[in-house]
């Protein structure tokens, strides 16, 4: 497609409950990214694909966040059990080149997550 | 820590009004630097700036970059409404397994009437 695009757009979960958030990166982009962006606050890295590969899981809150890119396109982001802490809007980014290399990230519009 | 720090957190300018917005920065090993426009939805792509001292135009819009200061501004010349927004500094490291950016909390840009 033209952009990044993410679904859903909005999702209201109880707490407890698990989510799947999805995320359709640039066609051809190596580089997938995960945000946390909070209210009034700026995006903060969660975790980091090339490829298919999960490079940097480093800004995973807890091990209920997880996120996997199995064929090296689209990618998804999970939450298990999820809490209210975890409300946030959840960006996903793409970049056209790999690990090392200088490159502009393309956001998609984010899933903004609620959780009761 | 790496961190950046933007400034002001805050601002409100009349149309026609010139405006810079701030951003500092410390990090290992810098690689870029990049600006996004955030509207109620997905931030946007403005500048990506790598040397220092060469300004990066765009329209009203331009940016550069001090390393040594380790800074950037961003200018917006003859405001409109349609500018305001919040604006995002970024900035990326080398070193690890990781293209990772660190934002700054932004800078919260209403231009009225």
């Known amino acids: 497609g033209a952009g990044v695009s993410q679904s859903p757009r909005y999702k209201v979960a109880k707490r407890g409950q698990d989510v799947a958030l999805r995320c359709d990166p640039i066609?051809?982009?190596?580089?997938l990214f995960w945000y946390q962006q909070a209210l009034g606050q700026g995006p903060e890295f969660l975790t980091y694909?090339?490829?298919?590969?999960?490079?940097?899981k480093s800004g995973l809150p807890s091990d209920r966040f997880f996120a996997e890119r199995p064929e090296g396109s689209v990618s998804t982001l999970k939450i298990q059990r999820t809490q209210q802490e975890d409300s946030a809007v959840y960006l996903c980014?793409?970049?056209?080149?790999?690990?090392?290399?200088?490159?502009?990230?393309?956001f998609g519009p984010g899933t903004r997550l609620t959780v009761l | 820590e790496d961190k950046v720090v933007q400034s002001p957190l805050s601002l409100v300018v009349h149309e026609g009004d010139t405006v810079t917005l701030n951003c500092s920065y410390e990090?290992?090993?810098?690689?870029?630097l990049l600006w996004y426009k955030q509207e109620k939805k997905a931030p946007t792509f403005l500048f990506m700036l790598?040397?220092?001292?060469i300004e990066k135009k765009s329209g009203r819009l331009s940016s550069i970059l001090d390393k040594k200061e380790l800074f950037s501004i961003l200018n917006i010349t003859a405001t409109q409404t349609g500018d305001s927004a919040v604006y995002l500094c970024?900035?990326?490291?080398?070193?690890?397994?990781?293209?990772?950016?660190?934002f700054g909390t932004g800078t919260l840009l209403a231009v009225q009437p």
């Open positions: 980014a793409s970049s056209l080149l790999g690990l090392g290399l200088a490159d502009t990230q393309y």
């Open positions: 066609s051809g982009h190596v580089s």
């Open positions: 694909f090339q490829n298919e590969a999960q490079l940097d």
């Open positions: 990090v290992t090993n810098f690689r870029s």
């Open positions: 790598t040397s220092s001292g």
């Open positions: 970024a900035v990326g490291g080398y070193g690890g397994a990781t293209n990772k950016l660190i």
